[in-house]
T-cell receptor, first 111, second 115 residues
Framework: KQEVTQIPAALSVPEGENLVLNCSFT??????LQWFRQDPGKGLTSLLL?????REQTSGRLNASLDKSSGRSTLYIAASQPGDSATYLC??????????FGAGTQVVVTP | GAVVSQHPSRVICKSGTSVKIECRSL??????MFWYRQFPKQSLMLMAT?????????EQGVEKDKFLINHASLTLSTLTVTSAHPEDSSFYIC???????????FGSGTRLTVV
């Protein structure tokens, strides 16, 4: 069974620093890998979706890479802002649309 | 973009009663909808997968008689927590998946508190 791990569980950085969030998965036969943002008590906002054939995706200050052979994905957030404070979840997807989530990394960006 | 509406956002009910949560895809047809449960400080755990017009597929350990899922149309799925107990208190989130795109759209979640 696929297991998804996110390290660290929590991260605090001063505004302006770059953020690096790590996600690892045990089964490299993934269909896709997705990063989400969750604000306290809210649902999920999709940030980036990387198909298994892709190595990275970019959107604005966000960049996500995927290395299936090593079972890792990394989310980079450039020039962090206080508004980036949230919990970031990664999830591996199968061809049926099922997602296996990591426990998330709680990010605090201090002004 | 794709929008999924989930209602109610927050509900408090008495132990022993049933609660229905709705998940609607507003501007696309969802071939598949997923229901997740999230405990505080933990990640989302998939409860069940529902496809329009067929019975839901439940994950191991999820009681199908307690968590009734109906997916009557391509835009609506409902989760009914029957005979709710305090241990059912949790955050429930739905997501909709369309064959037209590869992404997943999530509802805003329902905070259920059973007293």
């Amino acid at each position: 069974k696929q297991e998804v791990t996110q390290i660290p569980a929590a991260l605090s950085v001063p505004e302006g620093e770059n953020l690096v969030l790590n996600c690892s998965f045990t089964d490299s036969a993934i269909y896709n890998l997705q990063w989400f943002r969750q604000d306290p008590g809210k649902g999920l906002t999709s940030l980036l979706l990387i198909q298994s054939s892709q190595r990275e995706q970019t959107s604005g200050r966000l960049n996500a890479s995927l290395d299936k052979s090593s079972g890792r994905s990394t989310l980079y957030i450039a020039a962090s802002q206080p508004g980036d404070s949230a919990t970031y979840l990664c999830a591996s997807g199968d061809s049926w649309g099922k997602l296996q989530f990591g426990a998330g990394t709680q990010v605090v960006v201090t002004p | 973009g794709a929008v999924v509406s989930q209602h109610p956002s927050r509900v408090i009910c008495k132990s022993g009663t049933s609660v229905k949560i709705e998940c609607r895809s507003l501007d696309f047809q969802a071939t598949t909808m997923f229901w997740y449960r999230q405990f505080p400080k933990q990640s989302l755990m998939l409860m069940a997968t529902s496809n329009e017009g067929s019975k839901a597929t439940y994950e191991q350990g999820v009681e199908k008689d307690k968590f009734l899922i109906n997916h009557a149309s391509l835009t609506l799925s409902t989760l009914t927590v029957t005979s709710a107990h305090p241990e059912d208190s949790s955050f429930y989130i739905c997501s909709a998946h369309s064959s037209a795109n590869y992404g997943y759209t999530f509802g805003s979640g329902t905070r259920l508190t059973v007293v």
